[in-house]
């Protein structure tokens, strides 16, 4: 089994940058990814980013790529927003693949098997 609790989202305006923290706890994880995902009223979930419990791959949707940043640090992996605009207001989720040793399809929803809870990022322009 994996906990995770999510936090750092809130409203901010467009320019301006958030940061999301998902702590990250249970079962061995050396061979996990850590995923964002987001979900915005009205629409599907959409992948975000993902990043590799050891060796630290990273990997981004093409929306966010050059803006958003992932990163671990021991138990927290963090979700860095810059720049950010009206269009990524939404709810983000952290995920975990708990057995991924070959980052197979780090993009696909249906790998992950634990979800946070959310988050709402809300951008005003």
């Known amino acids: 089994q994996v906990q995770l609790v999510e936090s750092g989202g809130g409203s901010v305006q467009a320019g301006g940058s958030l940061r999301l923290s998902c702590g990250v706890s249970?079962?061995?994880?050396?061979?996990?990814?850590v995923g964002w995902f987001r979900q915005a009223s009205g629409k599907e979930r959409e992948f975000v980013a993902a990043i590799t419990w050891g060796a630290g791959y990273t990997d981004y949707g093409d929306a966010v790529k050059g803006r958003f940043s992932v990163s671990r640090d021991n138990a927290e992996v963090y979700l860095q927003m810059n720049n950010l605009k009206s269009e990524d207001t939404a709810v983000y989720y952290c995920?975990?693949?708990?057995?991924?040793?070959?980052?197979?399809?780090?993009?696909?929803?249906?790998?992950?098997?634990?979800w946070g809870q959310g988050t709402q990022v809300t951008v005003s322009s």
């Open positions: 249970g079962s061995t994880l050396r061979s996990a990814v």
């Open positions: 995920a975990v693949d708990s057995t991924n040793p070959y980052r197979l399809q780090i993009r696909a929803l249906d790998r992950y098997d634990f």
